[in-house]
């Protein structure tokens, strides 16, 4: 049967080609890891937060009150995700040098119990190495049981050696689901 040996060489083919597919991506998040620390384009705040001064350090800072940066809150959940998050404080005005407080809210509208994890981004990349967190929900995963709510903190501090044409910073979080596979999940 000559036809048969031609869907068998197709199923084959086309496997093959799913599973090198399949590999590939996941292959792409270390290479594209790569290539943005090299070239410095979206370089994640988790990279950054290695060299961040300590509490101490930030908290004998002189306060700059002749300047004034605006830092916009943002955000997201990613997909599907059954979860009310935003910013209680979408826009705040802070001087460098000064220690600021702000909380996102969030709500698992899920009838069961789930883990989240918050992942930062920020705008003008050259901010990032003068934005520092010192306290921050990112820093750890988040359970909530079902219909849960809750207030997160953020307490964060402009250095005062942000650029001085940079005014505003825009801070955006993405919701991602972590809950562990033995948890039982919304589908």
Not at 70 to 83: D, R
Not at 94 to 118: D, L
Not at 130 to 150: D, N, P, V, W
Request: proline fraction near 6%.
């Amino acid at each position: 049967m000559p036809g048969h040996k031609t869907h068998r060489k197709v199923i084959i083919t086309t496997s093959i080609v799913a599973i090198a597919m399949f590999g590939f991506s996941f292959a792409l998040v270390p290479f594209y890891g790569r290539i943005c620390k090299l070239t410095g384009i979206n370089i994640s705040i988790a990279d950054k937060e290695l060299s961040k001064p300590s509490l101490a350090a930030l908290s004998t800072n002189a306060v700059d009150l002749q300047r004034e940066i605006t830092v916009q809150f943002i955000a997201v959940t990613h997909k599907n995700l059954p979860w009310d998050f935003y910013p209680e404080t979408r826009m705040i005005k802070v001087h460098p040098g000064q220690n600021t407080k702000v909380y996102f809210y969030v709500k698992n509208e899920n009838q069961k119990a789930m883990t989240i994890q918050a992942i930062p981004s920020m705008t003008p990349i050259d901010a990032i190495s003068h934005f520092h967190k010192i306290e921050c929900f990112c820093f750890r995963q988040q359970s909530l049981g079902a219909l849960q709510s809750k207030d997160m903190p953020l307490i964060f501090q402009v250095d005062k050696d942000l650029p001085k044409e940079i005014r505003t910073i825009t801070l955006a979080y993405t919701l991602f689901d972590a809950t562990p596979t033995d948890e039982p999940r919304k589908t």
